[in-house]
């Protein structure tokens, strides 16, 4: 079974400095897809960036990255120049790739707060 | 704009009662939405894989007479909450992707609360 591991339950950063999120994950699968969401007070799921297994390139969406390191099953997001609105829940999920629909796995969250 | 539309958004109802809660894809066919529940600072814990036209699949320790998904049309799916309870109020939050390769979208979610 998949798993997603979070092991930072709580982050916090100064606004405009950067910081990076921790998401391990277990799969016996060789192509899938990594996602990170954010999750703010409203508690709508927002999808941040998303990594397909195959391609190395690290995915990048503005200020927020990932570094995906395949071999070792590790997928950070890094966030640059925070702001206040980033404060939020932070989940990484998986999700296998298949024909039909696949269900996805999310880690435990990361509560990701920003000071002014 | 939602891709996903879930309602109501929020539900107070008596113990006993039974909730249904809807979850629309707007603009695409979803042949699979997925509900989930999540507790106060906790993450998503998926209950059910709503499946258009056939019978849902539902993760273990999920009760099927509890929580009744139909997916009767390829836009809506509903969760019904038969004879709730307090320990049943959560937030409860729907997705559908538009097709195998497109990441999931989530509707804004329903908190539930029985009192």
Known sequence: AQTVTQSQPEMSVQEAETVTLSCTYDTSESDYYLFWYKQPPSRQMILVIRQEAYKQQNATENRFSVNFQKAAKSFSLKISDSQLGDAAMYFCAYRVKETSGSRLTFGEGTQLTVNP | GAVVSQHPSRVICKSGTSVKIE????????????????????????????????????????????????????????????????????FYICSAAYGPSKPQHFGDGTRLSIL
């Open chain 2, 23 to 90: 979850c629309r894809s707007l603009d695409f066919q979803a042949t699979t939405m997925f509900w989930y529940r999540q507790f106060p600072k906790q993450s998503l814990m998926l209950m059910a894989t709503s499946n258009e036209g056939s019978k849902a699949t539902y993760e273990q320790g999920v009760e099927k007479d509890k929580f009744l998904i139909n997916h009767a049309s390829l836009t809506l799916s509903t969760l019904t909450v038969t004879s709730a309870h307090p320990e049943d109020s959560s």
